[in-house]
């Protein structure tokens, strides 16, 4: 068997052979060092994509926006240009989502939809990489399937991209590259940013909490934190670029630092980051265990990070947070949510929760409500539990019926709306700070973007341009969004 790059020799045709995903190796944590790779751009596959067009279709989480930066970065390096319409794509790359059923059920749908224009464009090539072939089921259902896809490759090796076109434009078949380790940190790749002036900053890649319902640790690898040298000097170069906001990204942020050597935390991290000049900071997603008095010191004491915070609850109880392998409980997330009341009076607080997590009794959900209510919740996430082949609570026995899975969610979801009203309603006749993202898709006369408390903002401008932070007078608060006017 011939090996190529890391890649099998495709000609074979063995789809036992193929590069594929094993959960087993990727719930290991070995306790080795995380190797650091810079990028270089190989001037073999410099003009592989001269008069070629791409698109990629994104799902998922701001991890997954944030790899389809590098990926659009990685395909104008090569030469590729941008094509807006899918079908008219000569690569076209779905960059999926594993965390859910329907997630998944929907990529499935998209790829069926690609069968046509791949059978009227021979030449086309489609990919699917991100979380769903980190899952080993995905991919025997791929390469079973789906002969239309010609290439599949997972989260760690992104930045081989232009090694596996190479691969297919040579040996006019498919290529499958999935990794099942830990991982590694890869610097300097190329980045083609959707905003001017919002973006996302990867701080950390992985993560080592293993949820029980959660498919994340054996699709991402295991925490590893970039090196803060690295994180500061790309904020301070989108600071000279013009750049408002950066939003700091990892499956779990408040475990930065963990994995390096010294006691430099997550909370030093937004300290250093202030000094930078960059306007706003936002980051996700926390952890409740992991989030620290010196991260809720450095929301009180610096001005750019903003003062609102998502911290997933998931369950307002400790039967179940039990079960979920959440290791906090009722009180000690209550208790964090006082420090940060007492400490970023106003704050905005936003989570996700699970409703008919299997076994979860009527009294268990109540307790769920009951803190929901305590909290206060600006906006949530709200979901069904489901199953993730491979996680331990997949084999947990659920014996609710789909009518009483959806009654709790739908009495979850009217104190949630509450929520939003409220959260809203305090803000009606004040005048918040807005970043601009631009022109309401429903009404071209209107701007839109966020305040400071990361809500929606439709307002009537003045002088107001896509990227300035504008004061706007709150004249109408509605369940999603709010209404206002630019005032002086
Ligand atoms: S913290 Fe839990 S829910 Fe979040 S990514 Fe890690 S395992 Fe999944």
Redesign the pocket.
């Known amino acids: 068997m011939k090996v190529e790059f890391g890649l099998l020799d495709i000609e074979m045709k063995d789809y036992n052979n193929y590069n594929k995903p094993d959960l087993n190796s990727a719930r290991k944590r070995l306790n080795k060092e995380t190797a650091t790779i810079y990028y270089e751009s190989n001037p073999l596959y410099k003009d592989l994509g001269k008069g070629k067009t791409y698109h990629i279709l994104t799902y998922g989480c701001q991890g997954n926006e944030a790899d389809s930066e590098v990926m659009a970065g990685i395909f104008e390096e090569l030469g590729y240009k941008y094509q807006e319409n899918v079908e008219e794509a000569d690569v076209v790359l779905l960059n999926t989502c594993a965390i859910r059923e329907n997630a998944e059920n929907r990529i499935w749908g998209v790829l069926g939809n690609l069968k046509a224009p791949k059978r009227m464009k021979k030449d086309m090539i489609i990919g699917i990489c991100g979380c769903m072939p980190q899952e080993e089921k995905v991919v025997d259902t791929l390469l079973q399937k789906y002969r239309e896809i010609d290439l599949v490759f997972g989260t760690h090796n992104i930045y081989k991209l232009p090694e596996f076109l190479h691969e297919i434009y040579k040996h006019h078949d498919r290529v499958v590259e999935v990794l099942s380790y830990e991982g590694s940190i890869i610097e300097a790749l190329p980045k083609i940013r959707a905003s001017k002036h919002k973006a996302w900053v990867n701080i950390m890649y992985g993560?080592?909490?293993?949820?029980t319902?959660?498919?994340?640790?054996y699709t991402?690898g295991k925490e590893r934190s970039r090196n803060k040298d690295d994180i500061i000097a790309e904020v301070k170069c989108l600071v000279k670029e013009g750049y408002k906001e950066v939003t700091l990204l990892g499956?779990?942020v408040n475990a930065y630092g963990k994995d390096l050597e010294g006691d430099y935390t997550f909370g030093d991290l937004l300290y250093d980051l202030d000094k930078t000049g960059i306007q706003r900071i936002r980051y996700t997603?926390s952890?409740p265990r992991d989030l620290d008095m010196k991260t809720i010191y450095a929301m009180r004491d610096c001005k750019s990070v903003m003062p609102s915070l998502h911290l997933?609850v998931?369950s307002g109880d400790d039967v179940v947070l039990k079960r979920m392998n959440?290791k906090y409980t009722f009180d000690e997330y209550m208790a964090k949510i006082k420090a940060l009341k007492e400490n970023i009076p106003g704050i905005s607080l936003t989570t996700d929760i699970i409703v008919a997590f299997p076994g979860e009794t009527e009294e268990q959900f109540l307790n769920t409500l009951k803190l929901v209510q305590e909290v206060g919740y600006e906006g949530a996430f709200t979901f069904i539990y489901s199953p993730r082949e491979g996680t331990p609570a997949a084999k947990y026995p659920n014996p609710m019926t789909e009518e009483e899975k959806h009654d709790r969610l739908n009495r979850l979801n009217v104190l949630i709306n509450e929520g939003y009203k409220k959260g809203h309603d305090r803000f009606l006749g004040k005048e918040v700070l807005v970043l601009v993202d631009g022109y309401s898709k429903t009404n071209k006369e209107l701007m839109t973007g966020y305040s400071e408390h990361n809500k929606v903002v439709n307002f009537i401008p003045k002088n107001a341009k896509i990227g300035d932070i504008v004061k706007v007078k709150i004249t109408e608060a509605k369940t999603w969004f709010m209404n206002g006017e630019e005032v002086d």
């Open positions: 993560c080592d909490e293993f949820c319902y959660c498919i994340v640790p991402r499956q779990n997603t952890h997933p998931q959440r």
